[in-house]
């Protein structure tokens, strides 16, 4: 029997060769990116999936707020894992505290600037359960200057990660510390990635180690057996109030504390001051069903092709019927030759996968699943082919075998025609409202990203070199470094900051006694240059001035959101004295008020800003001179070397760095236009085999109205005009759709556009222009065919 079912599949697929390529062609494409999205979808999934006891395990954040405006923080300072673990002994296990960063690495001649070099207490390896190659995870990092390296770093640093235990390295110039630990590959996907990863104790003789404002790495713990976080969250403002009861009755504001599930760190969103990596689960679940609806459209060329022919093979079926065959047996052969077509798509989608995914994963900036067990990926293989044979097969096997031997022998295929038609036409539909949708998506994305990327942000961003101070050398040089730069004719100014726009900007408590007003705000710390560096426009009061001593110190600005928070004017708040009561007792007079300006991503809103004068800075801002930017990249690295020869040169451009805020919603962009090209062209790809169906079934019919003087153009309107309406009708049930789920995809951003009712008429047109080049092909074939060929028989 399976020998039958094998002659008459492989006889099925040679006598209709266009139906059986287009169908092969549609599957393998639609599989192939549903299978690039699967994995891209896996390997979000899996993360931080294998960290152990993860229903006790958590990262402790900050709530803080800006007037009345809640928010989380990611971290927290040093203080806060000894304490919780002495405070709260019968509930915490323990914890772990992780600081990242970057540092210089010397060995020999060789250096490496590395961004991926981490700090962390000695229990980390087993807290996390990371395997090492090489090396005891207890006692790896128990030592002062032990350090423990991924696989790839000791392979780049020493060609074989066999030789790096037991080696050393010059780290920051400062000190050495020696590999004591090999990290294996991580058994998942995690929420930090680790290049290098010393022990804490290198900081614990800090001034600021021990300091409970000074917060900047991540503190997680493990809580016992038959513990929860809703058992302890009663007992954490009572732990604030201890520990920083004092700076909260002084500052009239206080922060918070809650722990956050260790599975819910990666997709977590509107986190502040963050530093672990992150995904975002709307895009997750939005590519997931896409790649399902891909899937379903290109199952759906399958079951319109299967039953536009499914009148052609109605004498087969009936003859069948007649010498016996059962209804099962008859859908046993359609899901035999579906399985057969299938399997060959499928084995081809796995390789047209295999070759596609290092240029799509450069191209898109996304990751793919590690090495899959062979076992999973055989299993995902033979399950999605049953799955789609079933899908393709299943309806036109049991719509085939119900036709009517009596019917269908005596050349009576009208009835099976109208059965199928209003499936085919609702096939078509259905495909052709999901690629319009795919389509307007892309656009919409497009303007946004377009709306973000040139939206006056009240700062100049072109042309401004950024450059980060990651050594000690450039910052206690920095005025050095500023003359030198000055020096060069294309170098219009220099500014130190400590928060650049599009980049984290701490918060203070805001007291203006005069107006017996405490409020919030974020805090720009600067030297007296950065109003001409960034550009920045006074709307009220004056600029700092270099040549008043006072200005270094005693004087501060406002934006006019804080203004407008304080409830004055921007005349009266010149001259009114502040404190930020979260730095100092110092009285600041404010001297002007700046218009307000993104100082952080369009995904926020403007808050309340505070500019003060202050030696802190974390970057360097270079306003250069268009026509000279190779020649000031030139100058800055010269003058880099002469202050900081041991650290390699950095630099990005502002507005570089102010597109990067977006790249996931590029991202989202690319992703959206590449499939939404592979959803129109599978469903123009059953078009083309349909309207090749209609044109054969209506040859005689062509062929009369030829002979009664039909133009060809009023044949291909005829032949077309079905399709047409079909196209128009996925146009009106696309459109509410995206609009719903693109306003809501909107509301991740402050700052956004108006959809627009042109862009729906728009991606319609542009598939039914595509979507008639495929038909138009068999429509004029069929117009300007001889009509004696098609009536001669009759």
Not at 191 to 220: I, K
């Amino acid at each position: 029997m399976f020998n039958n079912y094998l002659k008459i599949t492989f006889r099925q697929i040679l006598k209709n060769k266009t139906a059986s390529l287009i169908n092969y062609a549609g599957l393998s494409i639609g599989l192939a990116a549903a299978m690039i999205i699967g994995l891209f979808v896996y390997n979000e999934w899996q993360t931080d999936k294998l960290i152990p006891e993860p229903d006790r395990t958590y990262r402790l954040l900050r709530v803080s707020n800006i007037n009345n405006e809640p928010y989380d923080i990611g971290i927290t300072s040093a203080p806060f894992a000894p304490a919780l673990e002495q405070d709260f002994a019968a509930e915490v296990a323990e914890t772990v505290r992780l600081l990242d960063g970057g540092s210089l690495i010397e060995l020999g001649e060789k250096r490496f600037q590395e961004d991926n070099y981490f700090y962390a207490d000695a229990n980390f390896l087993t807290f996390f359960d990371l395997p090492l190659l090489y090396g005891d995870p207890g006692s790896a990092l128990k030592d002062l200057h032990n350090v423990v390296v991924s696989k790839a770093i000791a392979r780049k640093y020493f060609g074989d990660e066999k030789l790096a235990m037991g080696e050393t390295i010059r780290v920051d110039n400062s000190y050495d510390a020696v590999i004591t630990g090999v990290l294996d590959e991580l058994p998942g996907p995690m929420h930090f990635q680790p290049d290098l990863v010393e022990s804490t104790l290198e900081l614990a003789e800090a001034t600021w180690w021990s300091g409970w404002w000074n917060n900047n790495l991540c503190t997680y713990m493990r809580l016992k057996e038959g513990r929860t976080a809703a058992d302890l969250a009663p007992f954490l403002p009572g732990f604030m109030d201890k520990y920083f009861g004092e700076d909260f009755q002084r500052n009239g504001n206080r922060i918070d504390l809650r722990l956050q599930a260790v599975r819910d760190i990666y997709f977590a969103k509107d986190i502040r001051y963050d530093p672990m990596r992150h995904g975002n689960r709307q895009a997750v679940n939005i590519f997931f069903i896409t790649a399902l609806l891909l899937i379903v459209i290109a199952c759906a060329n399958y079951i319109n092709l299967a039953t536009a022919k499914a009148v052609e093979r109605s004498k087969e079926v009936s003859i069948h019927k007649v010498l016996g065959s059962g209804r099962m047996r008859i859908v046993a052969q359609m899901l035999s030759e579906s399985l057969m077509l299938t399997s060959a798509s499928v084995l081809t989608a796995a390789l047209l996968t295999k070759w596609a995914m290092p240029g799509f994963e450069q191209l898109f900036a996304v990751e793919f699943a590690a090495d899959l067990p062979i076992p999973m990926i055989v299993g995902g293989l033979l399950g999605l082919t049953l799955i789609v044979s079933l899908l393709a097969g299943l309806y036109p096997g049991w719509m085939l075998s119900s036709f009517r031997p009596a019917f269908a022998l005596r050349g009576s295929t009208q009835a099976g025609n109208r059965n199928t038609a209003g499936l085919r036409k609702g096939l078509i539909i259905f495909q052709f409202a999901l690629s319009v949708g795919l389509l307007c998506s892309t656009i919409f994305v497009r303007q946004q990203l377009n709306y973000l990327q040139n939206k006056e942000l009240g700062f100049d961003k072109e042309h401004v070199l950024l450059l980060p101070i990651n050594n000690p050398d450039i910052y206690n040089k920095r005025e050095n470094f500023r003359q030198q730069l000055l020096r060069d004719p294309g170098v219009q100014e220099v500014a130190f900051l400590s928060g650049v726009p599009g980049g984290d900007h701490d918060a203070t408590s805001v007291q203006v006694p005069e107006l017996n007003q405490n409020i919030r705000m974020r805090t720009a710390f600067v030297d007296l240059n950065v109003v001409s560096t960034l550009g920045l426009e006074i709307v009220a009061g004056r600029d700092f001035n270099p040549e008043l001593s006072a200005d270094s110190t005693q004087v501060v600005m406002l934006n006019e959101r804080a203004v407008a928070d304080l409830g004055t004017s921007q005349q009266e708040i010149i001259g009114k004295r502040v404190v930020m009561a979260s730095f100092d007792t110092i009285p600041r007079t404010v001297i002007g008020v700046v218009r307000d300006y993104h100082f952080t991503s369009l995904h926020d809103a403007i808050e309340p800003l505070i500019i003060s004068p202050s030696f802190w800075a974390r970057a360097i801002a270079v306003k250069a001179e268009g026509s000279r930017i190779p020649q000031i990249i030139s100058a800055a690295e010269t003058a880099w070397n002469a202050q900081a020869p041991d650290f390699p040169f950095e630099y990005q451009f502002l507005d570089e760095r102010l597109d990067r805020l977006y790249q996931s919603e590029a991202q989202q962009g690319r992703l959206f236009a590449l499939f939404a090209g592979i959803a129109i062209f599978i469903a123009c790809l059953g078009m083309f085999g349909l309207a090749s169906f209609a044109a054969a079934t209506r040859t005689k019919e062509v062929g009369i109205r030829k002979v009664l003087g039909a133009s060809i153009a009023s044949i291909v309107s005829l032949l077309s005009i079905d399709f047409i309406k079909l196209i128009v009708i996925a146009m009106v049930i696309a459109s509410p759709i995206v609009w719903y789920f693109m306003q809501d995809w909107l509301q991740n951003f402050a700052y956004r556009i108006d959809l627009q009712w042109w862009v729906f008429i728009a991606a319609g047109l542009g598939a039914l222009v595509v979507a008639m080049i495929s038909v138009s092909y068999q429509s004029i074939r069929a117009a300007v065919a001889n009509p004696v060929e098609s009536l001669k028989n009759e």
